[in-house]
């Protein structure tokens, strides 16, 4: 059992560039969820779905954007990259409706130079 | 908004000692989760213990226990017989307990433990 999968682990862009976070899980979990950490400080929702086709809006959206088209995966594109993108991301899942907790992927370093 | 704090941003202990670790958060909720996420230097996430708000017994996992106090609003942990392998980031965070909500985990800034052989 996998679990939640991120991909890429590192990854360095240049100002501008875009590129997509992969998230894929194998629990058949409804609620999907994309956090930042920043340096010294805890997570911060950037977006999440309740389940395929319905995303919405966390508390730091702005120069990011999603989709769910599986119940399984749901990447993270981020458009024009900028200096203040420069964080870890991590992936989560979780059956809401049970009392489990959020599962998490292992998270995404990305630099943005 | 619900909000949670952790009041120290570092903390240490010896080696097999007991320390404990500070949590407050605001609600209006009368009914959550909370827990406890340890995160090593390999950046995992790794779910330490949790405890239900409707439960009045405190949870326990193995060297790990909680403190909690509803009406003060307060989740400390308790890591007894503290081992080397237990120094770590650790976050406390909040989740709403109904569905139909974001669901998401609400965290502190963490605090970094430092075990001492």
């Known amino acids: 059992n996998a679990g939640v999968t991120q991909t890429p682990k590192f990854r360095i862009l240049k100002i501008g560039q875009s590129m997509t976070l992969q998230c894929t899980q194998d629990m058949n979990h409804n609620y999907m969820y994309w956090y930042r950490q920043d340096p010294g400080m805890g997570l911060k929702l950037i977006y999440y779905s309740v389940g395929a086709g319905i995303t919405d809006k966390g508390e730091v959206p702005n120069g990011y954007n999603v989709s769910r088209s599986t119940t399984e995966d749901f990447p993270l594109r981020l458009e024009l990259a900028a200096p203040s993108q420069t964080s870890v991301y991590f992936c989560?899942?979780?059956?809401?409706?049970?009392?489990?907790?959020?599962?998490f992927g292992d998270g995404t370093r990305l630099s943005i130079l | 908004a619900q909000t949670v704090t952790q009041s120290q941003p570092e903390m240490s202990v010896q080696e097999a000692e007991t320390v404990t670790l500070s949590c407050t958060y605001d609600t209006s909720e009368s009914d959550y989760y909370l827990f406890w996420y340890k995160q090593p230097p390999s950046r995992q996430m790794i779910l330490v213990i949790r405890?239900?708000?409707?439960?009045?017994q405190n949870a326990t996992e193995n060297r790990f226990s909680v403190n909690f106090q509803k009406a003060a609003k307060s989740f400390s942990l308790k890591i007894s017989d503290s081992q080397l392998g237990d120094a770590a980031m650790y976050f406390c965070?909040?989740?709403?307990?109904?569905?139909?909500?974001?669901?998401?985990?609400?965290f502190g800034k963490g605090t970094k433990l430092s075990v001492k052989p």
């Open positions: 989560a899942s979780t059956l809401l409706g049970s009392n489990q907790p959020q599962h």
């Open positions: 405890q239900e708000a409707y439960k009045q």
């Open positions: 965070a909040y989740r709403t307990f109904y569905g139909g909500s974001q669901g998401n985990l609400i």
